[in-house]
């Protein structure tokens, strides 16, 4: 069993920064795929960015060149830094993890999944 637990997810103007924090137990995480996906209101859930096991990344189109995924296996952690914010980045934002080392896309491609963190971008 994995657990993961998510937090950083707050209120904050358009154009400023978060960073979102994931920490996970109970499975070799070095060893996992792991990602964040965000769901707003009234949409589905969908990949942010991903990061495999030996650090190779994937970011959706939206969000390529304002957010950073990273990880640090020795603190069993997960990270995301978001800069720019805009209001369509609000939304729960999950972080994932995999029973596998390559980045998936798709949401029933991870079997772990955290509680949520909010996020809301203020105009």
């Known amino acids: 069993q994995v657990e993961l637990v998510e937090s950083g997810g707050r209120l904050v103007q358009a154009g400023g920064s978060l960073r979102l924090s994931c920490a996970a137990s109970g499975r070799t995480f070095s060893r996992s795929a792991m990602g964040w996906f965000r769901q707003a209101p009234g949409k589905e859930r969908e990949l942010v960015a991903a990061?495999?096991?030996?650090?190779?990344?994937y970011y959706a189109n939206s969000v390529k060149g304002r957010f950073t995924i990273s990880r640090d296996n020795a603190k069993a952690s997960l990270y995301l830094q978001m800069n720019s914010l805009k209001p369509e980045d609000t939304a729960v934002y999950y972080c994932?993890?995999?029973?596998?080392?390559?980045?998936?896309?798709?949401?029933?491609?991870?079997?772990?999944w955290g509680q949520g963190t909010r996020v809301t971008v203020a105009p």
């Open positions: 994932t993890a995999r029973s596998g080392v390559a980045v998936r896309t798709t949401p029933n491609e991870y079997q772990y």
């Open positions: 990061i495999s096991s030996g650090g190779n990344t």
